[in-house]
């Protein structure tokens, strides 16, 4: 997944974490709205009922009984707290009342009926709901809280987005992480079926390449030719085999195994093994240690063998029989630097990082070897330098961690 993709989808989100938090908002208001005194049948104004009450100077007349429903009733007590006009009054609520009883019941309940007031000139005119059909409370609060409101939402607001975004974020990484298991399984297995497909043709030909190469019978030309396949079918095996390695170490499929080593009889043992080969013939091989004895390193052995390898197998591909190759290590601070430095002749490689250039075809530069040599050195918690060495030649460094370190 690209980081695009990443920020599309956290946009996305975002977005719909800030719709759905406006449509809630927007759905409680309308809910208050409806209930309250802007809806239904409740919160026709008083003021309309009141005009519909009218007074001729000897009795009055209501033309309001569409306001007011079936199950509405209105009364208007007079100065004097009589009711002087009712309009399906129950009977349980009062005809005579006190200063004290509309007091009460003005802005709450009268005898358990919810009601609603408005004073007029004549009197107070009361209009009632049935029992149950309305819940008033009272609801009393500073005037501070007015003002810091907005920034109580907008912290709520926030605090719910960052939940959101959280969960999300989570989500995402899991999906993301179960994506890219499938796919390095995906790629592991197809890289591991194409080298096995590899090795077996590959086998047969470098085995008649040999025996071609050591037949006496054969044209001299003829059994260079056959060397050459020998010595080419070989190197395609080191490139399947590099392959094979190099995606296990991006997919942290390869398991380190590490151990205290002495840099100084690794490089030794190392230096005859390559020697011993046969790579180094026609090379003036050199090693390079300091007099003091070197601090231990905790490393792989098979792993950092194989890092050293590919760097003098590269200084004799890219190099004309007859340079020098020289393999040494050195202490700086608390890392140990092993290094490999070519002959004056080379002229594939640059200080630069090899492993990311291209050939002028488009293919990928003859970079395997040396990717595989950054990936070991980074599973290491090390890292890997290009720079010109002390013979003009190209110089590439492993610099380690220490056992101390």
């Known amino acids: 997944m690209s980081l695009r993709s990443i920020f599309k989808g956290a946009m996305l989100v975002t977005a719909s974490a800030a719709l759905i938090a406006v449509i809630t908002i927007a759905g409680i208001l309308a809910l208050a709205f409806y209930y309250s005194d802007g809806g239904r049948s409740w919160s026709v104004s008083v003021t309309r009922v009141s005009d519909a009450l009218t007074y001729d100077g000897t009795e009055y007349d209501f033309s309001g009984d569409a306001l007011l429903g079936d199950d509405r009733w209105a009364i208007l007590i007079g100065e004097d707290g009589q009711v002087v006009w009712s309009l399906r009054k129950p009977s349980d609520v ?241 890392e140990v630097v092993l290094f490999v430095e070519g002959g004056a002749a080379v002229t594939a490689l640059a200080a630069v990082d090899p492993a990311r250039q291209l050939e002028a075809d488009g293919g990928a530069a003859h970079g395997t070897g040396l990717k595989l040599v950054r990936q070991i050195a980074e599973a290491h918690g090390g890292t890997v330098q290009f720079r010109q060495g002390a013979s003009h030649g190209l110089e590439v460094s492993i610099s380690l961690p220490t056992s101390n370190a």
């Open 94 to 334: 009062p005809e005579q009342y006190a200063l004290t009883d509309v007091a009460s019941f003005t802005r709450w309940y009268l005898n358990d009926y919810p009601v609603q007031c408005r004073i007029r000139e004549d009197g107070l005119l009361v209009v009632g709901s049935p029992k149950g059909s309305v819940w008033k409370h009272d609801i009393s609060m500073q005037s501070r809280l007015l003002h810091d409101a907005p920034l109580w939402i907008g912290g709520i607001f926030l605090l719910a987005l960052g939940c959101v975004l959280l969960l999300a974020y989570f989500a995402v990484r899991r999906w993301f992480r179960q994506a890219q298991r499938v796919r390095d399984a995906a790629r592991s297995d197809w890289i591991n079926g194409v080298s096995h497909d590899i090795r077996t043709p590959l086998s047969m030909v470098m085995g008649y390449a040999a025996q071609m190469e050591g037949a006496e019978d054969l044209p001299p030309e003829r059994r260079r030719q056959a060397g050459i396949i020998r010595a080419q079918s070989q190197e395609i095996r080191d490139l399947v085999n590099d392959l094979n390695l190099t995606m296990r170490l991006d997919c942290a499929m390869q398991a380190l195994r590490k151990e205290p080593l002495q840099v100084e009889a690794f490089l030794r043992q190392t230096a005859a093994d390559f020697l011993n080969g046969g790579m180094g013939e026609g090379f003036d091989f050199e090693m390079d240690l300091p007099s003091e004895p070197l601090p231990q390193i905790e490393a792989d052995p098979f792993l950092l063998r194989r890092a050293v390898n590919n760097l003098l197998t590269n200084c004799v591909r890219h190099n004309a029989p007859g340079g020098s190759i020289r393999l040494g290590a050195r202490a700086e601070g608390r």
